[in-house]
Nanobody, 128 residues
Framework: QVQLVESGGGLVQAGNSLRLSCAAS????????MGWFRQVPGKEREFVAVTRWHSDSAYYRYYLDSVKGRFTIARDNGRNTVYLQMTALKPEDTAVYYC??????????????????WGQGTQVTVSS
């Protein structure tokens, strides 16, 4: 079992930055794909970014097109933590952000149903 706890959300003005953290416990993150998703009321949960396991020392990163160049996902396996650095935030980035995990398979997963473990979410609100 993997337990995930997100933190770092808040209210910011457009153009500013936030860094989300996802702390894992129960198992080491090494070998796991770690993703960030977001959801607004009335809409489906949306893929944002993932750092996916490729090999013992390699992880690949993928992003939603609308956040490329603004968001960066990073992992620290030693601290069992994944981060989402968000810059140049826009009002449309407002959502509850969720951290997710699954054991790496060598392929990338973009849909929520492909992940086994989830955090409770952290609210990000960007004002215009």
């Amino acid at each position: 079992q993997v337990q995930l706890v997100e933190s770092g959300g808040g209210l910011v003005q457009a153009g500013n930055s936030l860094r989300l953290s996802c702390a894992a416990s129960g198992r080491t993150l090494s070998g796991y794909d770690m993703g960030w998703f977001r959801q607004v009321p009335g809409k489906e949960r949306e893929f944002v970014a993932v750092t996916r396991w490729h090999s013992d020392s390699a992880y690949y990163r993928y992003y939603l097109d609308s956040v490329k160049g603004r968001f960066t996902i990073a992992r620290d396996n030693g601290r069992n933590t994944v981060y989402l650095q968000m810059t140049a935030l826009k009002p449309e980035d407002t959502a509850v952000y969720y951290c997710a995990a699954r054991r790496g398979t060598g392929t990338v997963a973009y849909t929520p149903g492909q992940y086994d473990y989830w955090g409770q979410g952290t609210q990000v609100t960007v004002s215009s």
